[in-house]
Structure formats: C-alpha cells, structure tokens
C-alpha cells in the first residue's frame, strides 16, 4: 500500500481539481448575473431613448401641424383678399398674411433642427437595440448552456468526490484532518514538494536537518514546514516541468564538485610526489 504522504498528493492533486472545478462554476454563474445585470441597464437606456425619440416626434408633428395651420389660413386670406374692397380691412388681411408667413419660416427653421436632433437619436437608438438584442441573445446562449454545464460539473464533481474517498479512507482521520485544516488556512494547498532545500509553498529555505530528515524515507512520519506550517515531501522521482529542471540543477553540482575536489587531491599528492622526489 502507498504510504501517507503518497496518498495525501493524490489528494491534494485531486482538491486542486476540485477546487479549479467550484471556481469554474463560480465565475460562470457571476458572469450570468454580470450579463443579466448589464441587460437590465441596458434596457433602461433603450427606454429612455424611446421615450425621448417619441417626445422630439410629438414636438415635431405638433410643429408641422402648425404649419399646416397657417397655411390653410394664409389660403383663406388670399381669397379674402380679392373680396375685400376696405383698404383697412385689405392691410389687415395683409398683414396677417406676412405674420403667418413669418411664424412659418420661423417653425420651418424649429422643424429642420428638431430633424436633426430626431435622426441623432434614433441613430443612437437603433445602435442601442443592436447591441441590446446581441447581450440577449449571449444571454439566452449562456442560460440555455447552464443547464449542461451544471450537469457536467456534477459529474465531474461526483467521480473526484468517489476517487478522493476511496484513497482518503486509507489515511488516518487525524492526518487527513490535519491536511485540511492547513489546506484551508494555506490557499487550497496542505502539501508542497521541497526543492533546492526550499518549500515549494513559501519559497523560504528550510533547516538543513529538516531537510536531511525529508531525504529518508519517514514513511508516515510527517514533517512540516517551520514557516508556512505546509506539510513537506520530497519527490526523488520528479514530475515534469519547472520543478524537474530545479531538482536537476539542484543534484548535478554534487557528483560535478566532488570529482573536481578528487582532482585537485591528485594534483597535490602528484606535487607532494614530485617535491619529495626532487
Ligand atoms: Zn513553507
């Protein structure tokens, strides 16, 4: 059977799974209320734009009717005119004539301006509709995803549940406990590799008897580290990656200097030999 520090690497790696897993989920589900949210604030400024589009429309139909108004009156006037024989009645007419004329031009000037600023905002609006039904139907894909999403997240969550059960349960409670309760308190991780007489959770180097100790094998003797309180390992056979090039530039210089020591040994026995000789 593996030891406990084999086992408590199964489960650290599985927790770390499960831990990518919640977080997956998580980030989902606040995107979802994150798109929501943005879609309800969305709407409201489709709204408002509506009701402005509707309220410079009214404006200007008010406007035109207007217009139409005073045309129709300055209509009458004119076969008002050819009737009239008083001339102050003539100059009366006349002058209502040019005053309707007058506040044509002006609400022609009221209409052209109020145009512009319609055809503005329903520039505005129909870009805002655009990108309204866009986030909608993102979130309509997202809501209709969810469902899948969940089920497969509770898979996934259900068989690292049943494989992390059926390697916990050859762990002492105790320890089991232990690594939780530092796992909790240490972000996620209970139990780090030691490299290069370092802790792979702190990155602070560890006693060197510590590390002598870590280097036999302890079997179920379990060694912490001082700084982060992280349960240690040392992996003689070294995962791929960063941690397997540290490990090796940690283990090559030792046999390397020890030749070079053995050299210069020989060199000042041969200059020993040689002086004694001379
Ligand atoms: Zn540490």
Same mark, same amino acid.
């Given at each position: 059977?593996?030891?406990?520090?084999?086992?408590? @690497?199964?489960?650290?790696?599985?927790?770390?799974?499960?831990?990518?897993?919640?977080?997956?989920?998580?980030?989902?589900?606040?995107? $979802?209320?994150?798109?929501?949210?943005?879609?309800?604030?969305?709407?409201?400024?489709?709204?408002?734009?509506?009701?402005?589009?509707?309220?410079?429309?009214?404006?200007?139909?008010?406007?035109?009717?207007?217009? @139409?108004?005073?045309?129709? @009156?300055?209509?009458?006037?004119?076969? @008002?005119?050819?009737?009239?024989?008083?001339?102050?009645?003539?100059?009366? *007419?006349?002058?209502?004539?040019?005053?309707?004329?007058?506040?044509?031009?002006?609400?022609?000037?009221?209409?052209?301006?109020?145009?512009?600023?319609?055809?503005?905002?329903?520039?505005?609006?129909?870009?805002?509709?655009?990108?309204?039904?866009?986030?909608?139907?993102?979130?309509?894909?997202?809501?209709?995803?969810?469902?899948?999403?969940?089920?497969?997240?509770?898979?996934?969550?259900?068989?690292?549940?049943?494989?992390?059960?059926?390697?916990?349960?050859?762990?002492?409670?105790?320890?089991?406990?232990?690594?939780?309760?530092?796992?909790?308190?240490?972000?996620?991780?209970?139990? *780090?590799?030691?490299?290069?007489?370092?802790? $792979?959770?702190?990155?602070?180097?560890?006693?060197?008897?510590?590390?002598?100790?870590?280097?036999?094998?302890?079997?179920?003797?379990?060694?912490?580290?001082?700084?982060?309180?992280?349960?240690?390992?040392?992996?003689?056979?070294?995962?791929?990656?960063?941690?397997?090039?540290?490990?090796? *530039?940690?283990?090559?210089?030792?046999?390397?200097?020890?030749?070079?020591?053995?050299?210069?040994?020989?060199?000042?026995?041969?200059?020993?030999?040689?002086?004694?000789?001379?």
């Amino acid at each position: 059977m593996p030891n406990t520090i084999t086992l408590l @690497r199964e489960i650290q790696r599985i927790d770390l799974q499960i831990d990518a897993l919640l977080k997956e989920e998580a980030q989902y589900r606040e995107s $979802l209320e994150g798109s929501g949210e943005e879609l309800g604030g969305m709407a409201v400024s489709v709204e408002a734009l509506e009701a402005e589009v509707l309220e410079l429309s009214t404006q200007k139909k008010e406007k035109e009717e207007h217009v @139409r108004q005073n045309n129709e @009156r300055i209509a009458k006037d004119q076969v @008002r005119l050819g009737e009239i024989k008083n001339d102050k009645q003539y100059k009366a *007419v006349n002058k209502e004539i040019s005053n309707a004329e007058k506040s044509n031009k002006l609400l022609g000037m009221e209409i052209d301006a109020l145009s512009d600023r319609l055809s503005e905002k329903e520039g505005n609006l129909s870009e805002q509709q655009g990108r309204f039904t866009e986030k909608e139907a993102q979130l309509t894909g997202m809501k209709e995803d969810l469902s899948g999403k969940e089920s497969l997240w509770a898979g996934t969550r259900e068989g690292l549940d049943a494989e992390r059960g059926g390697i916990a349960k050859d762990i002492k409670p105790q320890i089991i406990n232990r690594y939780e309760r530092i796992k909790s308190r240490r972000g996620g991780i209970g139990i *780090v590799n030691v490299a290069d007489e370092t802790c $792979l959770g702190c990155y602070i180097q560890i006693p060197p008897q510590i590390y002598i100790h870590l280097l036999k094998d302890t079997s179920d003797d379990l060694t912490e580290c001082p700084h982060c309180h992280r349960i240690l390992y040392f992996a003689a056979e070294v995962e791929a990656g960063a941690a397997q090039e540290q490990d090796e *530039v940690a283990m090559s210089p030792v046999p390397s200097e020890s030749s070079k020591e053995d050299a210069v040994a020989d060199d000042d026995e041969a200059t020993s030999e040689d002086v004694s000789k001379a």
